[in-house]
């Protein structure tokens, strides 16, 4: 029985000239491991930009399957956008936040919140109760966002940034109806108010606190204005 040949495949070897003056053609060549092993800084420089090479290569690499996958690659969180939104009580999300927010035609009230906070619990009775209250203003909406599953915004995003956080819950904002609200000059200090801690959170005091902080004049229903408003 005839032997098989085993043809043994050698290393092709990478070679770099012997000099900058070495002409094109040159025969004098050396490998580049052979360069290496008499240099342990030049192995040490070269070993560094092939790892860096290839770290760049994997980035590249991963960014492209997650765009293939369809990840989400924006700077913040949120839930999908409400298919209706149109109750008493606005639901607000990262990707509505100004189209419901920074309306400039609206008195806009927000309140962030978690699920599992106990004075956010405490506080949905009265807060659905308001919402109910000015339903029928149209120049007032009373909205909620949940922190847990939306990047808690102040200002919102601006050019993939952004633009403040909450950093607690509950947290009321009335932002005020302004032609300047959300545009390249806007500010959170210019037409935010935070409603303080240890403010009245009854039916009556968030009612009493919109009407002092609302830009737009309003009338609430004749049935609320019995009631001392």
């Excluded at 290393?11 to 000099?19: C, E, G, T």
């Excluded at 560094?48 to 994997?58: D, G, N």
């Excluded at 109760?129 to 919102?156: C, H, Q, W, Y």
Aim: overall charge negative.
């Amino acid at each position: 029985m005839a032997m098989k040949k085993v043809v043994r495949r050698q290393r092709k070897a990478s070679y770099v000239p012997l000099n900058e003056n070495s002409p094109p053609g040159a025969e004098k060549y050396v490998s580049l491991e052979v360069m290496m092993a008499n240099d342990p800084e030049l192995e040490k420089r070269y070993r560094a930009h092939e790892e860096f090479a290839r770290r760049l290569m994997e980035a590249a690499k991963e960014e492209e399957m997650e765009e293939e996958a369809g990840v989400d690659q924006r700077p913040y969180l949120s839930e999908p956008v409400p298919a209706q939104n149109d109750g008493p009580l606005a639901i607000v999300v990262a990707d509505n936040f100004t189209q419901v927010v920074m309306d400039s035609d609206k008195d806009v009230l927000l309140v962030a919140y978690s699920p599992a906070c106990p004075h956010c619990k405490a506080l949905a009775p009265t807060l659905d109760e308001l919402s109910r209250r000015f339903k029928d203003v149209p120049s007032v909406t009373i909205a909620m966002m949940n922190t847990d599953e939306n990047t808690p915004f102040v200002a919102g995003h601006r050019n993939g940034e952004v633009l403040d956080e909450i950093d607690r819950v509950p947290t009321l904002l009335l932002y005020a109806a302004h032609p300047g609200k959300g545009g390249p000059e806007w500010s959170f200090g210019d037409y935010v108010v935070e409603a303080p801690e240890n403010m009245d959170r009854s039916l009556s005091g968030l009612t009493k606190w919109i009407l002092t902080h609302a830009q737009t004049q309003f009338q609430l229903p004749q049935e609320e204005r019995e009631e001392g408003f």
